[in-house]
């Protein structure tokens, strides 16, 4: 496996180039990446605007798996028991599990700062929401909407995730970005390790939307769903900010427990 949670150190040589003298190429890297962003196997040039190759796009975990439309979970049927048909749920869509290879990906793109690896995640998202529109049309004008991060951890990386798979997928669909649309408005404590129910009050009233929201149909925008609530409390501001949520895109979905 080509990916790992932290970034690759400079090779120990004094011949190697300044930063300055790399740019360029790290640019054409960026923007046409050479190697697949999970098997590092050099990509033919239809391969390269995916950042992956087709093989690793295939083997992605529950790639092709029949999932609930309301939650984003593997399921046999189109709603899973638990979740109902409501009127009020919007679909989710998802790429695949929260598995490996694929939280490799995740990882070293959130917290390796290997941030070309957005590219290849993004264009999933991308293909994943196209195939959706080949069926259900969104309505003219949908903008995509990204979750944003909280506060203390934008300062802590430096960049928000979310924002940048936004516009990737904004690139790849032709579909506009509201920028700035959600805010977090305090602090709360991190997600992983807390119970449903915790998750759910933690990010209780955590976001703001944008009055410029008004009156516009969205596409949330998220990496990871895991609970569910984080992408829920997006959908509340979004609402509350006189927004109107269409969907639910995110490129993992965490298994539910004792799932294969």
């Not at 390269?48 to 999932?67: F, I, K, N, Q």
């Not at 439309?69 to 046999?76: D, E, I, M, Q, Y």
């Not at 639910?248 to 004792?258: I, V």
Request: glycine residues 10%; hydrophobic residues 45%; aromatic residues 2%.
């Amino acid at each position: 496996m080509a990916i790992d949670s932290a970034p690759e150190a400079p090779p120990a040589s004094t011949g190697y180039a300044p930063a300055w003298r790399r740019l360029p190429q790290a640019l054409l890297d960026l923007l046409l990446p050479r190697e697949c962003a999970l098997c590092a196997g050099v990509l033919d040039p239809a391969e390269s605007a995916a950042g992956m190759c087709v093989e690793c796009a295939r083997s992605l975990p529950g790639a092709d798996a029949p999932r609930c439309a309301v939650c984003g979970l593997r399921n046999g049927t189109a709603h899973r028991p638990s979740c109902g048909a409501g009127a009020a749920s919007i679909p989710t869509l998802v790429c695949c599990d929260y598995a490996p290879p694929a939280d490799r990906l995740v990882t070293a793109f959130k917290h390796g700062r290997r941030l070309a690896l957005g590219r290849a995640i993004g264009a999933a998202m991308a293909a994943r929401l196209e195939a959706y529109r080949q069926a259900q049309a969104l309505p003219s004008g949908t903008a995509l909407l990204a979750v944003p991060i909280a506060p203390s951890r934008l300062a802590g990386r430096g960049f928000d995730p979310t924002a940048l798979l936004a516009r990737r997928i904004g690139a790849c669909s032709g579909l506009p970005v509201a920028s700035a649309g959600l805010a977090r408005i305090r602090d709360t404590r991190p997600q992983p390790g807390l119970a449903r129910a915790s998750r759910r009050d933690n990010l209780h009233g955590a976001m703001r939307g944008s009055p410029a929201l008004a009156g516009r149909t969205l596409v949330l925008v998220d990496d990871i769903i895991t609970s569910g609530a984080t992408i829920r409390e997006a959908e509340r501001a979004a609402l509350a900010a006189g927004g109107r949520p269409v969907l639910r895109l995110a490129f993992a979905r965490t298994p539910a427990p004792g799932s294969a």
